[in-house]
């Protein structure tokens, strides 16, 4: 654990790591959504916990209970991904990772169709890859432009979402 580039702290690699192998397991107090919500409705950083969605019931939040799992940073140009097995989250190499490397994975939170300009802009991405898409969101296909403009300052009105078309 040590100072992050991307944010805050974040977690290195000690030691070469394969591609493929499983690098630590996401720990932390299981609660429901309920539970998650009313914990953190109040906090201004709510959307900076350690809460990571286990299935559709139940959510670990790190905060409590937690490993250095919970620091591993957000990019999109990942070195980990996460892998859910049989109650548990892993953190699994997706390529070769050289000792004193950063370990990052794909956040990928979940797209509210409420969100506007100012969501976007709350969860702007600082990963620096050359393939930053410039939020930590989970951006729908038909709405990236229209997060683009977001992200660079410009207020665009939304477009209404695609009809879903039957073959």
Known sequence: M?????QGRGAFAIKPIRKGQKVDEYWGQRITHEEADDRY??????HHTFLFVLDDET???ARYGGNDARFINHSCDPNCETEIEK???YIKAIKAIAPET???YDYRFAWQDDYGPKDVRYYTCRCGSKKCRGTILKVPVYLRPTVR??????DVKKPRKPAKTTR
């Open 2 to 6: 040590r100072r992050s580039k991307i």
């Open 41 to 46: 409705k109040d906090n201004d950083a709510r």
């Open 59 to 61: 959510v670990l939040d």
């Open 87 to 89: 109650g548990h989250i």
């Open 102 to 104: 950063e370990l990052t």
């Open 149 to 154: 403009e977001w992200l660079a300052g410009n």
